[in-house]
């Protein structure tokens, strides 16, 4: 007989019994799965879609994600047409923190199932994405042609990260693309004021052919708040290409025409505009611009004189034309028969030598202004040299009901002119007269009866001829009566 002692038969420590429990659980689950294997892979080797997604959800509640992965995986490459492993492996990736693979595991899903229940999961995804994700599903969604899930994802990556610009391209472009330019411009507008991107401005322009009349207006304004006048007026131009009876363009652009002291383009435009639509704000705004009749060709020519002046010296009663400086003739007379008054200057400068010594020329020159009321300077220089080194004379002429100014070569026997005219502001040869002989200007009586010369002869004239064009320079200055031309005839 084997006696037992009482110690023997007294339970195990407490300490041993969790050990015990966690052995046992795992024997258990591995039982299972050995259980599983044998009966679906050792007894039936052929694999197909169901075992695959059975097995992986046994793997997955055993918390082996390697290997329910690589069987959800397998599943799809045996059957892609099935949703289920596409599912239930995005749903894993998901626990797992893996939103890149899941985000990509749906799309490969979605385009080979076209399912509801997947692009459900994508719908469900989108606020869980990161800008780069966004993007691409963005991508993704265009490539099958669900546009408004592609401008979803876009608006969603420009909530996360508003100062990255190619959202705002990406969505331009989607927009453009459907025929919406108003949304292009303005998610570039907000683009280009979000991140400062130089490629969004140029887009911005490159957006142009596409707009409406009031939509390049829009952009103008936008352009003019970012002191980028240049791309406004293009935008004002265009904005007229399309509708020229509208009166709003021509008015915006002139004011900031105006704004930028370039009033001769605001007339110009202003002037467009009446001819375009016959409204009388425009032409309102065009009287304001203009100066008053009566001081367009008096003081308009104010600084101009002065700055003659200021070269030549102011007139005086006599003129020694060897060494003496002065304005030598001053006359307000409308040139081109525009119904505005021209200035005509002359003045001498050293044109030769003789015995090493300087001889001064009487040269002419032209002036008329602009649409803005401004000087500008249509013709210089013209001059009629002679046979005689000390001789020179410059003038101008009328014939025809029209003036010309005289540029070129008089002798006694040989004469080489140029007649000068001006039209629309451009001063041109309007025509050429050569001669030999002694009886040349028998031929051509206009150059003794219509002619205004200055010479040494005019130079030493009477108190007449100066006290004229002491009066025409004082009514410049001053703003005082016109003068009448001076009579050549009686002189």
Known sequence: ??????????????????????????????????????????????????????????????????????????????????????????????????????????????????????????????????????????????????????????????????????????????????????????????????????????????????????ECLTLAAYHLEDSNDAWAEEAYLTALDLDSSRIEAYQELAQMYIRLDRTEDAITILERGIEATGSEELQLMLEDLRPPEEEIGVTAYADVVLQYEAQYGAPVDRYDYLTGESILLLELIDFDGDGTLELLVGYSRIAAEIYG??????????????????????????????????????????????????????????????YISMEDGSCITAFHIEADGEDYRANYPALNENTSTIDQDVCAASDEYWSHVCAVRDSILSGGALVEPFDWNSY
């Not at 059975?54 to 069987?71: G, S, T, V």
């Not at 966004?134 to 994802?153: G, K, P, V």
């Not at 020159?365 to 220089?381: M, S």
């Open 1 to 214: 007989m084997v006696a037992f002692h009482l110690g023997q038969l007294q339970p195990k420590p407490p300490a041993l019994r969790p050990l015990v429990v966690l052995l046992g659980t795992l024997v258990t689950a591995l039982g299972v799965v050995l259980f599983f294997i044998f009966t679906h892979i050792i007894v039936d080797p052929v694999p197909s879609y169901d075992k695959c997604m059975a097995l992986a959800a046994r793997y997955l509640e055993a918390l082996d994600y390697e290997q329910a992965e690589a069987l959800y995986l397998e599943a799809i490459e045996l059957d892609g047409t099935r949703s289920e492993a596409y599912l239930e492996l995005a749903g894993m990736y998901l626990e797992q923190g893996r939103t890149e693979d899941a985000l990509q595991g749906l799309m490969q899903g979605l385009e080979a199932t076209a399912d509801a229940q997947l692009q459900a999961a994508l719908d469900e995804l989108l606020p869980n994405l990161s800008y780069d994700q966004c993007m691409a599903l963005a991508i993704f969604y265009q490539t099958m042609e669900d546009y408004d899930r592609s401008e979803e994802a876009l608006l969603a990556a420009i909530s996360l990260q508003n100062r990255r610009a190619e959202a705002y391209q990406a969505l331009a472009e989607l927009y453009l693309a459907q025929q919406r330019p108003g949304d292009a411009l303005h998610i570039l507008m907000q683009g280009v004021d979000a991140t400062g991107v130089t490629e969004l401005q140029t887009l911005l322009l490159e957006l142009l052919p596409h707009l409406s009349y009031d």
């Open 357 to 418: 010594d300087p001889i001064r020329y009487p040269f002419l020159d032209l002036w008329y202004l602009d649409n803005a009321g401004q000087p500008v300077l249509g013709y210089e220089g013209a001059t009629v040299t002679g046979s005689d080194v000390l001789y020179g004379m410059c003038g101008y002429t009328f014939e025809n009901d029209k003036y010309y100014l005289l540029d070129g070569y008089d002798s006694a026997y040989t004469i080489s002119l140029d």
